[in-house]
């Protein structure tokens, strides 16, 4: 009997040290679909102002970091966003808690056939498929959300719909987009050593994903090109 008592309390302990995922949204995953034409105007990605932020988490502590976003477009139609894409640099991943040897050593591991495989795939790929106004009785986490947007997010050779709350603010001069939400790492097939491996149930499936877009009217990015020169 104490035996037993004992296994349960140290189960119970690890649980408690397990640590959670962020609070987000949780994205809805389905097949791959058409993506939505670029009608109406189009706004270019500032890649300067725009990133795509990440959070893993495993069962004692979790790790922050960072992709930078090489290229992309956002068309606006009848004052709405109405579709675009974007290039997430994998190869430039950044880890942001950590410092020295063992940001270093971490950011390769994130690099390597173990998860990414930078050399192999050094981008991925996101493309609105649709935008949709927010219900108004959403039970979204993310404060001010006024869109659903889907999209085909391409990660290593695995491409998946995703749809997720975003807020978006839409003027003749720029387009923002923000989003905060998880994905099922495993649907892309992002598994330390196999999806069957003890190693990896170590680490929460859950990835965190915050997204920061800024696209801007092709007149006014040149007008600030001009006048940096």
């Not at 725009?50 to 992709?67: D, L």
Request: aromatic fraction near 6%; proline fraction near 3%.
């Amino acid at each position: 009997m104490k035996k037993m008592l004992s296994l349960s309390m140290i189960g119970l302990l690890f649980l408690a040290a397990c640590t959670s995922a962020p609070d987000a949204d949780n994205a809805t995953t389905n097949d791959k679909q058409e993506a939505a034409a670029l009608a109406g105007n189009t706004y270019s990605v500032d890649t300067a102002a725009s990133q795509v932020e990440w959070v893993g988490t495993k069962q004692n502590g979790r790790h922050n970091g960072e992709f930078g976003i090489n290229e992309g477009k956002l068309s606006v139609e009848n004052g709405q966003l109405a579709g675009g894409n974007f290039v997430i640099n994998v190869a430039a991943l950044e880890v942001t808690d950590l410092e020295g040897e063992d940001k270093t050593k971490l950011e390769g591991h994130l690099k390597s056939p173990d998860f990414f495989q930078a050399d192999k795939f050094p981008t991925a790929r996101f493309e609105i498929t649709s935008v949709q106004p927010i219900d108004a009785n959403s039970n979204s986490t993310l404060q001010g959300a006024t869109h659903l947007i889907s999209g085909n997010l391409t990660l290593k050779d695995s491409t998946k719909n995703v749809t997720f709350p975003a807020i978006v603010s839409v003027s003749e001069e720029a387009v923002t987009a923000k989003a905060d939400f998880n994905i099922d790492r495993t649907e892309w097939g992002l598994s330390y050593k196999g999806p069957n491996n003890p190693q990896d149930w170590m680490i929460k499936k859950e990835v965190n994903l915050k997204v920061n877009l800024k696209a801007e009217h092709p007149d006014d990015r040149q007008a600030k090109l001009n006048d940096t020169k």
